[in-house]
DNA sequence: AAAAGTATTTTTGTATCCACGTATCATAAA
DNA sequence: TTTATGATACGTGGATACAAAAATACTTTT
């Protein structure tokens, strides 16, 4: 028998990639509540390596927001007040505006389909619960985002909806369901269609900030 | 998290917080060149700690943008291109942009007198060279920043400055000192003074673009 | 019951070791 | 002279064991 069930080969990622991988995606589906505490020792023992590369995953995670590592206290998951998730929708309504006004001269007839295309998508993706509207709706985001050709932008605001993410599951699942949402995005694709950056950008402003109080609102009273 | 005019206080320090702080003011100051590879043992050995606490560091420097990481070929500093200054200073400028809208509710005569106090000191720093003069910059912006009473657009802002840091010591030192700052920060002041959150974002706003051909192209220049 | 002191646990940092990927450089082949 | 090839040195990433410091829990005493 060949080395079948040897040691597990780390193919192209490093531990600490991995842990922070996991750690991100388990945060991102709400696996673990605001609060609890994260400890090297069992992760490490759930992905199978030693506590080292997990703590530097922590870093990084910190470094994110989606953790808080206060010194000899540990690793805990932060959780956002209502105050500081209607700040990330403001930053997050000035950097995706500035997207998609920088995004403007690339914007042309297929970009548009596409676009419309992920629309649909989302509105079909809405009927099989959060998971895959939440999804849906970061990608038509990212989509818009992407034609900026900022990768600092892009890195920033795809960080942005990484932290409500969440929420917006919570929020996707208890709540009625964003019901506004279709005419709310389709409303960002007519301006884009116009053609005027200037107007494009203050349309997706109001789209973000519109959202923000619903969210918040919601989130304030489910606790 | 870097902390350019940040307000956090300093809880305790570990060692890797000793370590980030070090690099990090190793790399604002420029002391470090973009390319030049980080040895976690040298690093470790000069400031009396082992490796692990300044690879955790490493990780949050390159969060941050400071360093790059790349697997099995270690921590080199990073560099900015011109497209890449330029991005960050379009996306200072919608965040800054942001901040002063949000600040005007608290700008009240105190707070004008101290922005022309501080106008007042970076014009004096600026006579005794770079270094001082872009302590007082970042102090300007950070102060008004500060009033937007928004914790995590306050950080970003931060971080943002932290980057660019470098670059603007070189500008300052070998360009032409920016004769145009004290109006382009008065015209700020200005319109702060107005009472008109719209306009004094716009003016923040053009500020900051404005500032960021200048910086580009002598930095494009003196490579 | 409050305060003080002690023990225990947890976190953090150190030291050491090893496997593996990368880079360097000399040598061989074209 | 250029291009492959291969040996080797080096650095990184990770594991493990251990020590120290801080925080927490637990007594004991007053």
Redesign the pocket.
Known sequence: MPAAFS?EP?LS??????AYRHLQRALRLGRYKPGD?L???EI?AEI??????V??AFRRLASDGLVV???????VVAGLTVDELYEIFEIRSVLEGLAVRLAMPRIDEEALEEFENLLDRMERAGQSGSSDWVIRHQEFHGRICALSRRPKLIHQVSALHVVIEPYMRIWFDDADKPLSAREEHAAVIAALRSGDARHAEEVMQDHILGTAPMLAEFVSASR
Chains 1, 2 share one sequence.
């Open positions: 040691v780390r990622a490093t531990a600490e990639e991995e505490r400890i090297p020792e490490a199978g390596m030693s506590r080292m590369p703590r530097e590592l206060r010194p000899n206290r540990g690793c």
